[in-house]
């Protein structure tokens, strides 16, 4: 059973490759890559769903949210200090308030475990918690009217630690698995479709957070130009050493150039990758990963073996937003800026859920599998649809409807996506490499 | 001390809004606590659904415009909405057909259900965006204003002047109209009682001979009807885009749930809730409060509790502390 299932997993991911390299050869080595480095971001972001869908049944529809977290991580860590915004009246102040307002939250949520029973105890909290917000707003801003007065052209904002970019990863990690523990207290007791609605509001607002904390990452006027962690293309070009290399080899330079830059980043998200899938499938085959799958068949019947149901969902769901936060940060790396616009929950959460869905829940190969199959499928959906309306439309006079259906090519993407899960789910439900 | 200008600004710019946008919300929600009643499942997709009846409502009152067909002062699009609500009902009959009663007859965990309507979510925005494309479109026409500022400061000779839109107004009777009839369809009629019989215990109503696909087909039919015309008094009111439609998934939820999901009453109660909590904490007070002060005083500062980018997080909000101290909504919902 193994063999065969090991076997049809080879089979499905040559033909993953045989795509990625068709589409080298077809169209060029450049856009394969590029395709190919954000297929290795999807597949970690299913991995991640997976680990929570998969091997626990959490239903996460906030994937949006947490891959934010791990960009803003990335500006945080590598972009370039803001001289003079961490003055004490002005990012030393917002900490102070950001830290007064958690501690009127926490102040509220004891006093409402103390006063159990007490006449007032509504009253009491409610006013703990609005003398806090005010008090809260009263420090908040004015230091951030301070921060973003600093430069606003340019920064406008608390700045980042100028590190390498390389450690925002792990960062982008932690930081979206303390959103995890903070969504995973207060939600993770309700029921499948009641999570499903948190973590996507949860998602939204993270992202309203993004656009308008404009002293955080600079709201919509986008963070752009962060470091790198692999070299420059003009660098490259200027490198005698390396045009001559290429040159050698028959490369024109200018391509060989980015095809270098691409391939690294593609090493380095490999390493990642292949790092994760060891950890996961190393967990998944523990002890541990047997409790949690018992968990996920028989609620009832693991917690009446003292199985601590409550405690390991919150664990995995943490885990498992961590690996999507991680994720988010090696995007921003990729794309060197982080534009909050851009984030939008049919794109960050719901194709995820697709990967997760068509590659086979609860199996991390499938999940992997699932990722660079539907990356590429969205990617080259838009230029398939577009020569299939060519064909169709190819009869047609030239004329309104022509150009709009030739506009409307662009929306096959969705379509598809949407008939791909439909179709999985109704024939194929446990996915195309199913848990063992 | 001005009481009358600051109750007429706080009505021009809190109640009326409010009032509109709750009506929008409440039947919205109305849609996915039928669903959530009757097939056990939270439907992803009905703020597509919502979008697709308003496109078709939509290239039909051009179509009728071109015509040269308006409904005088009202606008074109109320003549055209039974259109649309066909075409919805059709789709979601359609739908259910190919897609979720597939689920029913293997007796599929409702999670299933909700990751089907996902797809099925994905379908409709991509049928909306290849229709439609993804632009603003404003279909409102006939007359803009019941009562303009201008009229209604010279009438009355007050400072502030209240505006009232003939969408805002119209949203609400036809809110109205459309509540009383759902309410009356399902107590009075013999199929809404048997939609109620099925939703409450749906052994003991299979045992009466209550045959499951008909409530089913008929929940379908009233909940295209109620998402039509939720989505098109929303664009009437604001604007048609496919994405805001999306997102108004999220305060119609909150809405159904702090209702208590599967109870029509608490939908409605949900839908006001939101909108008004929505605006009332995302309006700067400034104004009002000035008023209520002494002459030609001012307050410093907007009074704004949030800014207006963060309404979302106000229904969500009051979704989370909801569903932590009673979750199955303020008017008794059910939970699976």
Redesign the interface.
């Known amino acids: 059973m193994n063999l065969t299932l090991d076997r049809k997993a080879a089979v499905l991911f040559a033909l993953v490759a045989v795509l990625y390299i068709g589409t080298g050869f077809v169209q060029s080595w450049n856009t394969a890559l590029s395709i190919l480095n954000m297929g290795l971001i999807s597949a970690i972001m299913a991995l991640g769903v997976n680990i929570q869908w998969g091997y626990a ?1 959490l ?1 996460n529809v906030g994937v949006m949210g947490f891959t934010a977290l791990g960009g803003l991580a990335a500006v945080l860590v590598a972009s370039d200090p803001v001289e003079g915004a961490w003055s004490a009246t002005g990012g030393w102040q917002i900490l102070l308030a950001l830290l007064m307002g958690g501690a009127t939250i926490a102040a509220a949520i004891t006093l409402w475990g103390k006063l159990q029973g007490h006449k007032l105890r509504g009253v009491i909290v409610a006013s703990v918690l609005i003398v806090g ?1 005010f008090v809260f707003r009263a420090v908040f801003d004015p230091a951030v009217a301070t921060v973003e007065a600093i430069n606003p052209a340019l920064t406008g904002n608390i700045g980042g630690l100028g590190l390498p970019i390389i450690l925002a990863w792990p960062v982008g990690g932690v930081l979206a698995a303390g959103a995890a523990w903070i969504i995973g207290k ?2 993770l007791g ?5 999570l ?3 973590t ?3 998602a ?2 993270i992202i ?1 957070i993004l ?2 904390e404009d002293w955080l990452a600079r709201g919509v006027k986008n963070v752009i130009g962060l470091p790198r962690p692999v070299p420059y293309e003009v660098d490259l070009q200027a490198n005698a050493t390396f045009v001559d290399a290429m040159q050698n080899f028959g490369a024109d330079p200018v391509t060989a150039s980015s095809i270098t830059v691409k391939l690294s980043y593609a090493i380095l998200f490999s390493v990642v990758l292949i790092a994760l899938i060891w950890l996961t499938q190393r967990a998944l085959n523990s002890p541990w990963g047997r409790m949690i799958r018992a968990i996920r068949d028989n609620e009832t019947s693991a917690a009446a073996m003292g199985k601590n149901v409550t405690a390991r969902h919150l664990q995995i769901f943490i885990l498992g937003s961590a690996v999507c936060g991680l994720a988010g940060a090696m995007m921003t790396t990729l794309d060197s800026q982080l534009v909050p616009s851009t984030y ?3 794109r960050f959460t ?1 194709l995820i ?2 990967m997760v ?1 068509v590659g086979g829940s609860g199996n991390n190969l499938g999940a992997v599998l699932g990722g660079f199959l539907i990356w590429w499928l969205w990617i080259q959906v838009e230029p398939l649809g577009l020569l299939l309306l060519q064909g169709i439309t190819a009869g047609m006079a030239e004329g309104w409807l022509k150009a709009h259906l030739m ?2 090519a662009a ?9 791909i ?2 179709l999985v ?2 024939f194929s ?1 446990r996915g195309l490499l199913p848990e063992r | 001390m001005d009481f009358l200008n600051a109750i007429i600004a706080l009505l021009n710019f809190v109640i009326v809004p409010a009032t509109a946008y709750g009506a929008q919300l409440a039947l919205g929600a109305l849609g996915v606590t039928l669903i959530y009643g009757i097939l056990r499942f939270s439907n992803f997709a009905h703020g597509d659904t919502m979008a697709f009846g308003t496109m078709i409502t939509i290239l039909a009152t051009w179509g009728l415009q071109s015509l040269g067909v308006t409904a005088g002062p009202l606008p074109t699009a109320l003549i055209a909405l039974p259109l649309g609500i066909a075409a919805t009902a059709a789709l979601a009959v359609g739908t259910d057909k190919l897609v979720y009663r597939f689920y029913r007859q293997t007796k599929a965990k409702p999670v299933i259900f909700v990751i089907a309507s996902i797809g099925v979510m994905f379908v409709m925005n991509g049928i909306v965006r290849f229709v439609i494309g993804v632009g603003d479109q404003n279909f409102a026409d006939g007359t803009r204003f019941l009562i303009s500022a201008r009229d209604f400061r010279e009438v009355t000779g007050l400072d502030e002047g209240l505006a009232i839109r003939t969408t805002q107004a119209i949203t609400v009777a036809v809110a109205i109209l459309a509540v009383v009839a759902l309410f009356w369809f399902l107590n009075k009629t013999r199929t809404g009682k048997s939609m109620r019989a099925f939703s409450d215990n749906e052994d003991l109503a299979l045992l009466s001979g209550i045959n499951p696909e008909r409530v089913v087909f008929i929940t379908w039919l009233i909940v295209a009807a109620l998402a039509t015309t939720a989505g098109v008094l929303y664009g009437l009111d604001k604007s048609f885009k496919p994405f805001t439609y999306f997102q108004l998934l999220l305060p119609i939820f909150a809405a159904a749930i702090v209702g208590g999901l599967g109870n029509p009453l608490g939908a409605i109660l949900g839908g006001f809730l939101i909108a008004y909590s929505e605006i009332a904490v995302t309006y700067a007070f400034r104004k009002v409060v000035g008023y209520l002060g002494p002459e030609g005083w001012s307050p410093e500062g907007m009074l704004q509790l949030l800014s207006t980018d963060y309404k979302f997080a106000v229904s969500f909000t009051i979704l989370l502390i909801v569903l932590l101290f009673k979750p199955t909504g303020i008017m008794k919902g059910k939970s699976v």
């Open positions: 049944g239903f917000f207060t939600a309700l029921r499948s479709d009641y499903a609605i948190a996507l509001g949860v939204e607002i309203y656009k308008n939008q929950p049919l719901f859920w697709v869905i506009d409307a929306h096959m993407r969705l379509l598809t996506m949407g008939l899960l439909l789910l109704r439900p």
